[in-house]
């Protein structure tokens, strides 16, 4: 049954390969300016049969389609979302993988520093800017807003969003601003603390 399931995931990984060579081809005659290859967990082709039928009409996806390849697991004619990830993943992992060994696998097939990267991307602003007042405002429960004030200047960040606004500018941030209720900590993207305090120090590499 093994050897099996291996079988598919390879004549599988033949087609994406025939996909993604005939991309070129497609890009010169100027019908085509990238290949998405979707993975869909727990469906196949009955499945978007019947939302056809039941929308009463043809799916987004029918516009974009251009071939379609059945993946199996082991013992289902239905491919899960974990034995998919598997089957295409970096090195392919196997086994039982909790949710940060999953993201060290990832980060380890993009060359990066997992330390380094969660690093950059989550500070404690009190910490990182000494003498800094940081509130969380919440005018709207469902959306709140840290603000900072550093030096007579105010900075303005949403929660769950990579925006600062601060000095009549909205400027996009490289990671989300992330605020937990209970324990009341606020951590923000290396970036905008050093957009806040005026440094102009490059941020740190996070690659390995």
Not at 73 to 93: E, F, H, I, M
Not at 133 to 158: F, Q, S
Not at 162 to 182: C, F, Q, T
Not at 185 to 200: D, E, H, K, N, W
Request: some cysteine; hydrophobic content about 45%.
């Amino acid at each position: 049954m093994r050897k099996k399931f291996f079988h598919y995931c390879l004549l599988n990984i033949m087609a994406i390969l025939f996909l993604l060579l005939a991309g070129p081809e497609a890009l010169a005659a100027g019908k085509a300016k990238s290949v998405i290859v979707l993975i869909v967990g727990g469906c196949s082709s009955e499945q978007y049969t019947f939302a056809r039928w039941f929308k009463g009409s043809p799916l987004a996806l029918d516009a974009i389609q251009v071939g379609a390849v059945k993946t199996y697991s082991v013992d289902s004619v239905l491919c899960d979302s974990a034995s998919a990830a598997c089957a295409y993943g970096p090195d392919k992992p196997q086994g039982l993988l909790d949710g940060p060994d999953i993201a060290t696998v990832c980060a380890r097939a993009l060359g990066l520093n997992l330390a380094r990267l969660n690093d950059r991307l989550f500070v404690d602003p009190e910490k990182a800017i000494p003498g800094a007042i940081v509130t969380v405002k919440k005018v709207d429960p469902n959306n709140p807003v840290v603000k900072i004030e550093y030096r007579g200047k105010w900075a303005e960040l949403p929660v769950n969003k990579n925006i600062l606004r601060m000095d009549s500018r909205e400027i996009p941030l490289e990671g989300i601003v992330v605020y937990a209720p209970k324990t009341g900590m606020v951590y923000l993207p290396m970036q905008a603390v050093r957009l806040i305090t005026g440094t102009s120090k490059p941020l740190p590499s996070v690659l390995r």
